[in-house]
């Protein structure tokens, strides 16, 4: 395993070109292995989070902080999410179907966005233990909301899938759609004019940027020092997550004719 993970890793330090197919690589990794460990997460968020600096550099400080880099990072990275379909996702889940699966689709992203976070933390501890490190901060903070919110794409998309509420087109025409439906904390409606599309409009743009700096206002919980970071992080995202499925799924529900749960119901099962 260790073996695979180490020429896995080789294989994307020999991407070439401006860094955005590595950067999608990356993020494409950190949310496909459920089982992947606390080393290899954080090694790969330290890489990560030293190419989004080099890209933050090109970009300037205006673009960084207006969110439009976050976003269009996301947009990029989106076709390299790995979306699993209703029969892989039964077969990684011993059969199980309809609300059974959702839940487990969302217990799996709260477990993985969890980790984001206590991986964020734990490199935060280090950096503050080494205050000359401190200047990557940012970068890392920009590559702890990437991958949580790519997580959470992953999970809105398979939870159509869970729900029968099949979004066509092709990768960029569905990553668009999720992305967008991610920004605004909505499920896809399919039949709505312009909402498959391969760009996004003005309107999804400015929600998707709004979006991705809430989220990484979110992550600065995650600079505490001496590992409170990790808590933090952790804690917060597990929420996040939550609440973002409950509300995906309430559209989800409706869209596919099922009776809406109980307050609180979405919740039932989902611990570690």
């Known amino acids: 395993m260790t073996g695979d993970l180490e020429k896995r890793d080789d294989e994307v330090e020999s991407a070439r070109g401006d ?13 496909a292995d ?9 090694r790969l968020l330290g890489r ?16 960084v902080g207006r969110g439009r880099w ?7 990275a989106a076709p390299h999410i790995p979306i699993r379909d209703l029969e892989t996702l039964q077969a990684h889940h011993h059969g199980l179907m309809g609300e059974e699966l959702a839940d487990r689709i969302v217990k799996v992203a709260g477990n993985g966005t969890t980790a984001v976070g206590a991986a964020g933390g734990a490199l935060a501890a280090v950096e503050f233990a080494a205050p000359p490190l401190l200047l990557s901060a940012p970068a890392q903070l920009a590559a702890e909301t990437l991958v949580v919110a790519a997580i959470e794409v992953k999970m809105i998309a398979e939870l159509h899938e869970a ?3 099949r979004v066509q087109g092709n990768g960029t025409a569905r ?9 605004r904390q909505r499920g896809v409606n399919p039949l709505e004019t312009g909402s498959l599309t391969s760009a996004l409009g003005t309107a999804a743009k400015s929600a998707l940027r709004k979006r991705m700096l809430r989220t990484f206002g979110r992550t600065l919980g995650t600079m505490g020092p001496f590992l409170t970071g990790a808590a933090a992080g952790a804690a917060l995202n597990r929420s996040a997550t939550r609440v973002l499925a409950t509300k995906v799924r309430n559209d989800l529900r409706e869209a596919a004719g099922i009776s809406p749960r109980l307050p609180g119901d979405d919740t039932r099962g989902l611990t570690s």
Do not use: C, N
């Open 48 to 63: 990560l989070a030293r190419l989004l600096g080099q890209s933050a550099r090109r970009v300037g400080a205006a673009g």
């Open 70 to 76: 976050l976003a269009d990072l996301l947009v990029e």
């Open 175 to 183: 990553g668009a759609a999720f992305v967008t439906s991610w920004a």
């Open 163 to 165: 729900y029968g509420v």
């Open 34 to 42: 459920e089982d992947m460990d606390r080393e290899t997460r954080g």
């Open 19 to 31: 860094g955005s197919t590595e950067l999608g690589e990356l993020i494409g990794r950190l949310t």
